[in-house]
């Protein structure tokens, strides 16, 4: 079965400073793979998605994402964080009808 | 954008009472539906998928009976927990599939807080 594996539980960095979290996946074939932010006590909303092509993602926020297969990696970066940016971030990977299997979350916190 | 309209934002209920959650899908037709569970600092887990028109299919170790999902129409899907317990307090996130969204084209609601007393 698939799994996602985010190493980090809590990651505190500066404002302005740059940014990467980490997600491992485990599947047989080519991944479909997501990361989501989760601000408290709300939804999720879709930062970024990839599916094929070009590994290196775009997404919205500043954020982007390279899949690399040889390291069964999908880490999610920004140059320079903002304080806004304080949030849950999940990484999730598409299985099988349609299911979104999810990462435990790293937690971001921002010191100004 | 699809949006997902989910009701009430937080509840707090009598242990022993049900309490139903609402999700409505504004802007587009859903037809299927998922309901997570996420407990403090935790991922989401998946509870179960729902179809309009059909049963819905529970993860294994969800109970089917306590928490009951109906989806009778494309724009709403409904979870009730059942007899509630403490132990049921979570947060509660219902996420649509969003017909011509591409693979995996989901938007989630808001969430529901649930505290059972």
Not at chain 2, 3 to 8: E, K
Not at chain 2, 54 to 81: M, P, R
Not at chain 2, 98 to 111: A, C, D, K, L
Request: aromatic residues 12%.
């Amino acid at each position: 079965a698939q799994s996602v594996t985010q190493p980090d539980i809590h990651i505190t960095v500066s404002e302005g400073a740059s940014l990467e979290l980490r997600c491992n996946y485990s599947y047989g074939a080519t991944p479909y793979l997501f990361w989501y932010v989760q601000s408290p006590g709300q939804g999720l909303q879709l930062l970024l998605k990839y599916f094929s092509g070009d590994t290196l993602v775009q997404g919205i926020k500043g954020f982007e994402a390279e899949f690399k297969r040889s390291q069964s990696s999908f880490n999610l970066r920004k140059p320079s964080v903002h304080w806004s940016d304080a949030a849950e971030y999940f990484c999730a990977v598409g299985q099988g009808a349609q299911k979104l299997v999810f990462g435990q979350g790293t937690r971001l916190t921002i010191n100004p | 954008g699809a949006v997902v309209s989910q009701h009430p934002s937080w509840v707090i209920c009598k242990s022993g009472t049900s309490v139903k959650i609402e999700c409505r899908s504004l802007d587009f037709q859903a037809t299927t539906m998922f309901w997570y569970r996420q407990f403090p600092k935790q991922s989401l887990m998946l509870m179960a998928t729902s179809n309009e028109g059909s049963k819905a299919t529970y993860e294994q170790g969800v109970e089917k009976d306590k928490f009951l999902i109906n989806h009778a129409s494309l724009t709403l899907s409904t979870l009730t927990v059942t007899s509630a317990h403490p132990e049921d307090s979570s947060f509660y996130i219902c996420s649509a599939r969003v017909s011509g969204g591409g693979p995996y084209g989901y938007t989630f609601g808001s969430g529901t807080r649930l505290t059972v007393v």
